[in-house]
């Protein structure tokens, strides 16, 4: 029954594992890339399978607005909607109805809200929400709960939070268990440690497939979150998956591997491809500026994606000056491809038992700097 | 020396041949899809070549205008800038410096406008216009001409073919033979037969690697198209290729075809593929239309593009009404792989002698309709 995991190997803190689904399988640590609106933007699902991905994110939020979620049920759910085989997971769509929508209304019962997109009215509840994720047909379902604004005081992170555990509790009631298919717990407390351990306590009482650490990458910085990682992981079950929703930069997912978690997601190499951003080992790098206007070179000669493969930093600076879709589809491509040899590399490090070392070496090569056109590193 | 054309089957007027060039043979009748500003929009190099396209268009006007001939020239030539190695034909430059740009001045030395883009100041004559083409290493380089407008007297029309014609001279002059690059020249003329003897006359005396067809598809309507085109193919040398400018929609290439042309190109397929349209066997559809919604069907079950093989009509309505750019590549990818699928199977029926059956059968489905959902055609 749930969806299954497999701790494969160990390194410091860091996990080498395997995430069985009922849409194959994914090795872990593993980055997501968001499909928000079951597309992962300016990507064919061909394209994102090449990059190495296993396990893409789809929106609860976005996609019971735009297209619905019994209309998706009745097409077959979101793997056959939006042509991509592997494991699908969902968030709750708590985060987004606070971030996007308008005159949002939270009590015990759940959220009421209007549409960003034509102002219909809407309520979610954890039933509703978990009731939305089985029409989705979601691999990994995310319990609701309410991603605790940041800064927060203690009353108010621990008021949030008490609420988000009893909402954990109804959504795992609610949660239809059958092979294959997993629920999440989403752990709160904002960066109090008491609370984390409070809320990390709750939901091994109600017992989840996986835990995630939520209300985190809102703000607080990268110290804060990478502290309140480092004492929250210890506080879940070895024997399941963790999962850092949200983050991020490249650093950011190393430096929460090496405290022990396993899966990702981030909009970031997405966004970014349509912005001009390069994510390069040695950093990230502006396309749009004039410095790469003549320069024959790849964005990034040790990248294997289309982008580097065939096409010269000349040729994307002149397709993001001209506002060319295949400049943002390229770009992403990139970028995804980027974070997916990212995890291959932490993966094969932690095997290695040289997790440490391929540390320094990441954020030595970040740190270094993009090479000058006509200069060699 | 450059380029060359072998007829291989005639069927009535229509031919069935193979033009080489530096880059490879293209087979015809062939459609070129468009690459403006070096990018065939919203397609990978990868996926043209993999919808059948052998040869595509690159539009002088925008390429020295962003990111400008000489620095295409100094990256390599267009086919390494925008990483397709197939070949390559360039237009001059004369349309679209007289339909995008301002403050144009045309006499008998060539053009001076400003940049749409910027404002700048350039000057295209037709020794720039071939240098240009040089620079961009274009397989086809066309001469420099005049893009008749529609209407014009017959004074007006035979004033502006013979500065065409004058400029073709200078073309040729300017045009440095190499082996596998050839030279067009433009017919012009309007829909005024005896100016388009004379024009054709004139081509033919100083001697082109292929013959164009200009100045038609600017608002003269099908049937006018279709006359110009019937008695100007027959006066162009039977051993060249003949390319039918700016043309267009399906039915349109089918009629040129039947009368004796084999080359086309039209931004159609793209700019559809980005506004909704896609061509069928059965009519083009709106993928807009709110009736697809929850349609499981691809666009067209006939063919093997990934829009089709992958995906349904709700999701690709869901893509578009979203605004999500995976729309515009699917729709895109789709319309090409159409147009390529209409071309080959105009080259095979040419080839067993019965395109007559065959365009009775395009048109037919043509106007057949597209089948509702829930319904079996």
Redesign the interface.
């Given at each position: 029954m749930s969806t299954g995991f497999e701790l494969l190997a160990t390194d410091g803190a860091a996990r080498r594992g395997r995430l069985a689904t009922a849409h194959g399988t994914v090795e872990t640590p593993a980055f997501m890339p968001v499909g928000t609106?079951?597309?992962v933007?300016?990507?064919?699902?061909?394209a994102v399978r090449a990059t190495g991905a296993e396990i893409v994110l789809g929106n609860t939020y976005h996609l019971m607005l735009?297209?619905g979620a019994e209309?998706i049920g009745?097409?077959?759910g979101l793997h056959?909607?939006?042509?991509w085989n592997g494991p699908i997971l969902t968030d709750s769509g708590g985060f987004q109805v606070m971030s996007l929508s308008a005159l949002r209304k939270i009590d015990e019962n759940g959220v009421t809200f209007r549409s960003h997109l034509d102002g219909s009215a809407h309520a979610v509840t954890p039933e509703r929400s978990i009731a939305i994720q089985h029409l989705l047909d979601a691999d990994v379902t995310m319990a609701f709960d309410e991603c605790t604004p940041f800064p927060a005081t203690e009353d108010a992170a621990a008021a949030s939070m008490r609420l988000s555990m009893r909402w954990a509790g109804r959504s795992r009631e609610a949660f239809r268990d059958r092979p294959g298919y997993g629920l999440f717990g989403i752990v709160q407390g904002s960066t109090y440690r008491d609370l984390r351990a409070e809320s990390a306590a709750a939901l091994r009482a109600i017992g989840f497939d996986g835990y995630a650490i939520g209300g985190l990458a809102v703000g607080e910085g990268q110290a804060a979150m990478f502290e309140t990682v480092g004492y929250t992981a210890p506080m879940l079950p070895p024997d399941r998956p963790r999962y850092l929703m949200g983050v991020g930069r490249p650093e950011d997912i190393l430096g929460a591997v090496c405290r022990g978690v396993d899966m990702f997601d981030c909009v970031m190499p997405t966004r970014s491809g349509?912005t001009a951003q390069g994510f390069t080992r040695r950093g990230t790098v502006n396309m749009r500026n004039a410095r790469h206007?003549?320069d024959?070179r790849p964005l990034d000669a040790a990248c294997a994606c289309?982008a580097c493969r065939?096409?010269?930093r000349?040729?994307l600076h002149?397709?993001v000056?001209?506002n060319?879709?295949?400049g943002?589809?390229?770009l992403t491509w990139h970028n995804i491809q980027y974070y997916q040899d990212l995890m291959a590399g932490l993966r094969d490090a932690i095997v290695a038992g040289r997790l440490d070392a391929h540390a320094t070496e990441l954020e030595r090569g970040w740190a270094s700097g993009d090479i000058p056109a006509g200069e060699t590193g």
């Open positions: 609106a079951a597309t933007k300016a990507m064919t699902p061909d735009r297209p209309r009745r097409l077959g056959r909607f939006m042509g349509r206007a003549e024959p289309p065939n096409h010269s000349a040729y002149h397709l000056k001209s060319e879709i295949l943002a589809m390229l």
